[in-house]
């Protein structure tokens, strides 16, 4: 075939405009990407969708001075302790069980205006209880139909508006009920989290390592602050694609009264979040210094998180309620033995519970396990199995000292009930 030079002209010129013209699309597509929040439910309505530009956002740098937040030094051993000398008091609250509250596995516990709410993650439930441990009722049912939810991922308590909001991960929504179980209303997620606290006018959202596809622009920010609707409004804790990649960057939000607690691995403290400020709460510190260098924080990799762990130590849990802070932490020194220890926010010192010395109470052997959640300034929740209850029956120590409260609970409790709550009240210090 013979090409006149006009001809190829034309060609060249057209593939060029071509070029451009599928350039040009592709940059309008990363500009919709980068630019937009789109809904992630099934329902996307105009009225869902939510836009927002990177010009929205507010980047927050991490810093702080060492005077501004608690110090905690972490000791290398545990200690020999006498858990009057910790406790002022404590008591026991079973679960109610029915054919309706049959409790699975507890992963989390709130206290809310009148009520525990208790997530059930293992069968996707989500129990309200009474104070005194009767049953109330649960939140909705599994399902695809409306106002059912595919799973029970995770809840938080809006004290504000009094509602138990549960977050439907697979579902991709959120279902705000109120304190009797009634479904209110169902918003979208906009894009992807695991965890969440309402603060006021305020929604804190831990990322952690969710790819939001049509959402790039939060990406690599482990916590996002945000209006109540969700739209972002800062974003903080930035990480690297590398290190997201290599290290499981697991991190948690949990709340205490008005106050937000977030813990960040890589720096080893608790950040405290109180009227829209976040500040350091507490330092962790083993051997008086922190785990990691700048260097190795830019470069994490979970074999190195884990190496570094059993050379130095690590946090395995942590609860915050206005006057006390539990750290449960485990050394080199004590292998596998973890010991709490428990800080005063008012005069900075600090208790350990470590190993007990006799048995002086029914449920002695479970306090050096972590504290579950907080039920107030000065109280801790615990969560007992029944077996671990029942073992006490067979401590012939124990039957001088019982009260008649313990009696009845050992007489009517069973291996097949649900986990009994254990309040422990601190003596101050």
Sequence with gaps: MIVRNTDLSAMRRNTILMLLLLSGAAACTKKS????????????????????????????????????FITANIPKQDKEVQLDTVFESYSFIP????????????????????????LDRDNSNIFLFEFDGKFRCSLGKKGHGPGEHVDAWNVAYDKDSQEVVLLDLAGRKLMHYDLKGNLKRTEPMYYLYTDFEYQKDKMFIYTGTSYNEFSDILDLYQLIIAERNQKPQIRTFKTSENIRSMFSYGARLKKSGDEVIYDDLLSDTLWGISKGNLSPLIAVRFNKGPRFSKEEKRHMTDKLFRERNN??????????????????????????????????????KYKIIGRKVGNSRLGDYVTSAAFDGVYDNKSFIRIVEPMDIIRDIEDKRLEKILSVEERELLENIKADNNPVLLIERIVDF
């Design 33 to 68: 990407r980068t630019n937009s929040l789109h809904s992630l439910s099934e329902a996307n309505t105009d009225e869902e969708k939510m836009i927002i530009t990177e010009d929205s956002f507010a980047d927050i740098d991490i810093t702080f001075q060492e005077k501004s």
């Design 95 to 118: 679960l109610e069980t029915n054919e309706k509250s049959v409790v699975g596995r507890i992963e989390k516990i709130l206290v809310c205006q009148d009520c525990f709410c208790i």
């Design 311 to 348: 050379q130095v130590g690590s946090v395995s849990d942590w609860q915050v309620s206005s006057d006390y802070i539990s750290i449960l932490v485990r050394t080199p020194e004590t292998g596998r033995r973890l010991f709490n220890v428990i800080y005063s926010r008012k005069s900075g």
